[in-house]
């Protein structure tokens, strides 16, 4: 019987980890510091002779845990200053090789950043690969940060940034970039963990956990190692998500969590109590949303309390925020059309979609008036090659083989006949025979511009404000259409304008390219056009101008409800940002914002 006090509990057993999970040392980290005052000593040993700047108590305690455990594992919330912990944790840990990887269109950033930062703290400068390979390797005199991107590391050579640089040091910037363990970069940030034991690993993110335990495991399996508070094996793991991650329905037969219940507070376990007790000892009680979230808040007590493991309730933020729902409804054409969509999974010109996701996202294009198709259209043939080879090119990349992380790489092995499994080199010679023979154009079609208008009439309702769209086609249109420019390829607009430097005014952005790492607290009113189903990507969104030192009162983001699937995807984010804040106990921008629903 657990401690709670329901008997037979079915659910998460005890096992040999979770009782080195529970065994685990605890401490309070904002406790220690603030009793040690290790923040003002480490600011005064760390910043220059003439340095003005101090360190947040989150970041004293990021660094000091990660020069006592050589590993830390931080989601410090969007801009309570991951760059600083970056630009100092290879100074505090003594590395010789420290490697930074953050996305591409922050890579130009951070460097400035890295040279802002040394005016007033002690640490390496920030510098590319192509720097250090003017330098010897092994000559001692040299101290510098590599700073490497993401996607740079996705490319098919790019094995070679940890092959030649060997770093004894990786930080990761933005680190939910590395939770597709699918992804071409995180197969080879794995396998050279993997491989390289002792080499030192930090992960920085404000949004490290979406909607499964996943999003983070591997993660803090690399920084941490045999002092994780998770599982270490996968089939314990999949115990552990079965009973925490966020899933659509809260059914029955969905495991319960089980002896996880024994890391929730006893204030938590009275309720726990009273609800079996109101179920008249019905077991099925445990699945509910009430039960699920104090499972979640249970190992929220056990992940916050282990050395090495920097969570935090939120930011200072002071201003409110205010997100608020506009029902802007396309043309009944337009509307005949998505519901041609739903049903006969066709395209308004006829085309097949081939699966439901195809068929979402084109009900998601047509929210905004238009629609993605190829011109001219390809021919059957080509289709069912393509079809063909790209469907076992998928298996080969899901069954993990040693250095096959990309579609190149695969078609290079098979052509290299170093992969001959069944029917591979069948379909990919025949895929090879044809594809040159048709180049993909891809063309937006306009099928109806009442989304359009509404959002130019919006804009000259708020001419100071940023203009969020999901779709290149819809911001280059609406560009054309009220002259202001549009940022979208790494943040720059159709003249080579920095989104920065608009300052305050008004400014069309695409979600892609801005949604991480940028400061644009100079605004304080946005328009989400097309808004994404993902908690982490709009608690991201939100942060940029919702922020730490926003001058305004109030921040405000409106969003655009104009087809049943952004309605949906809504609520899907809410749900996300429910299991991230019970989980890690970071307080989400989605769930503490006032909510209005301000119709057309």
């Not at 010789?96 to 130009?108: F, Q, S």
């Not at 060997?166 to 940030?189: G, H, M, R, S, W």
């Not at 439901?356 to 259209?377: D, H, I, N, S, T």
Request: proline share 4%; with cysteine.
């Amino acid at each position: 019987m657990s401690s709670f006090g329901a008997p037979q509990i079915v659910g998460v057993q005890p096992s040999a980890e979770f009782y080195r999970v529970a065994a685990l040392p605890r401490r309070d980290w904002l406790e220690e510091i603030q009793r040690d005052e290790l923040r003002d000593r480490m600011t005064s040993f760390y910043r220059t002779p003439w340095g003005k700047q101090r360190l947040h108590l989150i970041q004293a305690a990021t660094l000091a845990e990660l020069h006592d455990l050589r590993g830390v594992v931080a989601p410090i919330p969007a801009g309570e200053g991951k760059t600083l912990v970056s630009f100092l944790a290879p100074f505090v840990v003594g590395a010789e090789r420290p490697l930074l990887l953050v996305p591409a269109g922050l890579r130009e950033k951070t460097i400035r950043d890295f040279k802002l930062l040394s005016q007033h703290w002690m640490g390496p400068r920030g510098i590319t690969i192509e720097d250090y390979r003017e330098y010897n390797p092994y000559e001692a005199r040299f101290k510098g940060t590599v700073i490497e991107s993401y996607e740079m590391l996705s490319q098919k050579d790019g094995q070679q940034i940890f092959d030649f640089y060997k770093p004894d040091l990786v930080i990761a910037d933005e680190a939910q970039k590395l939770k597709n363990l699918e992804a071409a970069c995180t197969k080879k940030f794995v396998r050279f963990m993997r491989a390289n034991t002792s080499t030192m690993f930090v992960p920085l993110s404000g949004t490290m956990m979406v909607r499964s335990l996943k999003n983070f495991w591997h993660l803090m399996l690399f920084a941490l190692r045999h002092h994780m508070p998770l599982p270490r094996t996968h089939a314990e793991l999949e115990r552990w998500c079965a009973a925490i991650d966020e899933k659509k329905d809260f059914s029955p037969n969905r495991p319960h969590a089980g002896v996880l219940f024994e890391f929730a507070t006893e204030v938590d376990k009275e309720k726990l109590r009273q609800l079996v007790a109101s179920a008249r000892g019905n077991l099925a009680v445990l699945n509910s949303p009430e039960a699920i979230e104090i499972a979640r808040k249970s190992l929220q007590n056990r992940l916050k309390s282990t050395p090495g493991v920097i969570l935090t309730e939120g930011t200072t933020v002071q201003a409110s925020l205010r997100i608020s729902r506009l029902d802007w409804s396309p043309s009944r054409k337009c509307q005949d059309y998505l519901k041609q969509v739903r049903e006969t999974a066709e395209t308004p010109n006829g085309d097949i979609l081939l699966d439901g996701v195809a068929v979402w996202k084109q009900c998601r294009e047509l929210g905004c008036g238009f629609f993605y198709r190829w011109e001219p259209a390809a021919p059957e043939e080509w289709l069912k090659r393509r079809k063909k080879w790209f469907k076992k090119a998928r298996t080969l990349l899901a069954m993990g083989l040693q250095n096959i992380d990309s579609l190149g790489q695969v078609e290079e092995a098979v052509a290299a006949g170093r992969l001959n499994y069944a029917g591979v080199h069948e379909a990919y010679a025949g895929w090879r025979e044809i594809m040159h023979t048709f180049e993909i154009n891809v063309v937006a079609e306009w099928v109806d511009d009442t989304i359009l208008n509404h959002t130019l009439a919006w804009m000259k309702k708020y001419p100071r404000s940023i203009v969020w769209v999901e779709h290149r086609a819809f911001g280059f249109k609406l560009s054309e259409l009220s002259g202001v420019g549009f940022c979208a390829n790494g943040g720059f607009d159709q003249k080579g304008v920095f989104i920065d430097d608009y300052r305050g005014r008004q400014v069309i952005a695409s979600i892609e390219s801005n949604h991480e790492g940028r400061n644009l607290q100079a605004w304080h009113r946005n328009l989400v056009v097309s808004m994404l189903p993902n908690g982490g990507m709009w608690e991201q969104l939100l942060a940029r101008t919702h922020r730490p030192f926003q001058p305004e009162d109030t921040v405000f983001y409106d969003w655009v409800a104009s087809s049943s699937e952004q309605i949906e995807g809504f609520q899907n984010a809410l749900r996300d940002a429910a299991c991230t804040q019970h989980t890690l106990g970071q307080k989400q921008r989605l769930l503490y914002a006032d909510h209005v629903e301000e119709g057309s």
